[in-house]
Structure formats: C-alpha cells, structure tokens
C-alpha cells in the first residue's frame, strides 16, 4: 500500500486528507481495521516510536497511551501490585501476571485514566489475548503493534461496533535521516532526532548525594524517552516503571511541573485504602467510576460525598478525603524520578517536585541558574544528574 485515505485531517471539514511516503514507496504500516483519521495516525507514529525505543532500553515490553499527539503514560511490563491493581480496574484478571505486556499496558492506561479516555494505544510487541481483553473493556480510538495473535485481533475489531482502528507497523523500518514537514506552505528540514537515550545519560551527577538504584535509572530513562516524544514544554514524575504523571505543551516550566506533580498524586492517591474501599454501585461504569474518584480526590472534598448526591454513585455515603488525610497520604511518598526536556531555570520546579515524593532528577542543566537548582537538590537529599541533552519536540 503505497497511500491511505483518512477520514479528514485535524478538523472533519479539513478534505482531503491522506499519507503516502514521499519517495513513493509502500507505507511501512497496514490497516488491519477500521479507517483511522489525521490525529490518529499522528498518535500512532509517535507512539510507536517511544514503545520501540523503551523497549530496546529496557528488554521489556512496553506500552503506551497517547491522547492529542502527546502521552498520558508509557509503561514496562513490570507485575502491578495488588492495590494498583485494583486502583486500575484489573485485580479481576487472574492471568494478568502471566503477560508482561498486558502488564505494561494496565499500567499505561490506568495512570491517568481521565486523560486516557479515547486514546490511541501503542505495543512494543505482538499484542496476545490478555492484552487485548484488557483494551476491549476500555474506550480507545485504536492501536499499534508489530503484530496480533489471531484470537487477539478478532477480539479487538470487535470494538467500536467493528470500526475500531487496528495497525500493524513493521518493525524493521526504520525513516530518513532528514525530516520534513510543511507549514503555512512552507517546508521544514531537520536531522530526525536519533539521540539514544540509556543509563549513560545518567553519569555525570552534580549533586552531594550520588546513590542512583537501577530502579530509578529505569524510572529516568523511561521519563527522558517519554519526553523526546511529549509536545514541549515538558516534564515527566514516573515511578515503579512507568510514567505516573506528564505535563506537556506549556509555556512555562513550572507549570509543566505542577501539571506533571499534579497528576502524579492524583496517581497515588488513587491506591489511598479509602479510596480503594469507595462503595460503588454495580451498574455504574467504569468510566463514570474514574470521574467520581477524580472528584473525590481532587475537588471540594464534600461534593460527591453531600446527601442526595452520593445516592448517585454509592450504596452507602463514603467519608470525605480531608485536605490533611491527602497531605498525610502524600508525606510518605519517596522515590519519584522527575525528568525534564530542558533545563530548569529556577529552583521552585524542585521545591514543588518535593512535594510529590521526588528523589531522583535528570534534566540537561545548562542554566545560568543551575547552582540554585543544585542547591535545592542538595537541601532536600535529591540526586540529580545533568544529561546534556534537550529533547524539545513540536
């Protein structure tokens, strides 16, 4: 297939819209399902870029969610613990530990389920049944993989009444050197960015303390990989292999970080035994479930708590989450790596990421400002190394 027709571009009266490759050769990608659209394909590639990258850092299997060209999560395949397991929806899937992927992929749609409704989903490998029972129960536009076992692919052009996209990207291809792209008629040129990202990036640390676990060189080159592709400004909280919290595409960088720690607490809010222990009605869906535990947690504690509210949701009315049982909660967290595509002009980015359990930092340095940054890491007991390395992506 040398072209695809897609639905529109960007906008639905944006026709017509299509991609080809401009050497006129066959697209390395095949639609196995269903017609995807502009934004889709725009996920797709992206995704697929950071799934194959992370898993040749790793040797893990890897997954991600991508929602509006930028991701809400990406993941290894490490095993869920049971609160998070339950945090996410899947502690009903006996057979999840037995599929690394699957692993990987309740991970990356459970971290920020609010933003991840609707996304596009992405596989580092051939995508196996659990996977692919897992991605039926959520709303998704489709996927990318290498690859489906026969009974996962029927599973998944089940969805969407048969229209659900499904692709196969070959992974062998790999693209030109020289990237172009058009704007307002104008053509761009660039080198493609092939900077590879391992545990090498990590070595040159300019803090006191120097102590780096594997776990949290994991966690940071899983944090720098889901940066190179995250529209920029951006910041990136992961933990436990996988990205817990993303603030993309805004102007400041503080404002990424609050973004980012934001969503990170969200994240470990969400396995708080209250939380986990809220009363839900059976029939009430899953994706109604998430708005009421991202109510619950994140606004007026007494909204969905009130009396002739709670009869909505619950078969009994929970206990509010009091400001001071979230700080209490939050005061115990540690061991959250922060990365960064830029560097750090001031110190208040660490003083917030504090807040959020973070002991470990990579970001490039290179700031006139780079001392207060150092000595904030310093006040706090935080290891931070300086990669060097910009990772802007528009």
Avoid at 147 to 176: C, F, H, M, Q
Avoid at 317 to 325: E, V
Avoid at 341 to 358: E, K, L
Avoid at 375 to 393: K, P, Q, S, Y
């Amino acid at each position: 297939m040398k072209s695809l027709e897609l639905k529109y571009g960007n906008n639905p009266h944006q026709k017509p819209a299509s991609i080809d490759m401009a050497d006129g050769s066959e697209l390395p990608l095949t639609v196995e399902n269903g017609r995807p659209g502009y934004i889709n394909l725009l996920d797709a590639l992206n995704s697929w870029q950071l799934v194959s990258e992370l898993r040749e850092a790793t040797g893990l299997p890897c997954a991600a969610s991508f929602k509006h060209v930028s991701p809400t999560s990406a993941a290894v395949g490490k095993p869920l613990p049971a609160a998070l397991k339950k945090a996410v929806f899947v502690d009903d899937i006996p057979e999840l530990d037995s599929s690394p992927l699957a692993c990987a992929y309740a991970r990356a749609r459970g971290t920020d389920r609010l933003c991840s409704f609707g996304d596009f989903i992405a596989l580092s490998d051939v995508c196996d049944v659990t996977t692919a029972k897992l991605i039926r129960r959520e709303v998704s536009d489709g996927i990318i993989a290498p690859g489906y076992d026969a009974e996962a692919l029927e599973i998944l052009k089940t969805k969407r009444g048969g229209k659900y996209t499904v692709l196969t990207i070959d992974r062998n291809y790999r693209p030109a050197e020289q990237e172009v792209k058009t704007v307002f008629g104008i053509s761009f040129h660039q080198g493609r960015n092939d900077a590879k990202i391992d545990a090498s990036l990590l070595e040159n640390i300019v803090t006191e303390k120097k102590e780096l676990p594997e776990s949290a060189q994991l966690d940071l080159v899983l944090g720098l990989i889901t940066l190179k592709y995250t529209q920029s400004n951006s910041v990136c909280f992961s933990y436990d292999g996988q990205a817990i919290g993303v603030g993309a595409g805004q102007q400041s960088r503080i404002h990424c970080t609050r973004l980012a720690g934001s969503k990170a607490d969200t994240w470990f809010l969400r396995q708080h035994p209250q939380v986990l222990a809220l009363p839900f009605k059976e029939e009430l869906h899953r994706a109604d479930r998430d708005n009421v535990i991202d109510g619950y947690i994140n606004q007026n504690e007494e909204d969905v708590c009130a009396p002739g509210v709670w009869e909505k949701y619950f078969t009994a009315q929970p206990a509010p989450l009091t400001a001071q049982d979230k700080a209490n909660y939050l005061a115990e967290i540690s061991g959250v790596s922060l990365t960064s595509d830029a560097f750090f002009p001031f110190a208040d980015n660490i003083q917030r990421a504090a807040r959020s359990g973070v002991s470990y930092v990579a970001q490039p340095g290179g700031s006139i400002r780079d001392a207060g940054v150092i000595a904030e890491c310093n006040a706090r007991g935080i290891v931070m190394a300086c990669n060097g390395l910009r990772l802007f992506h528009h």
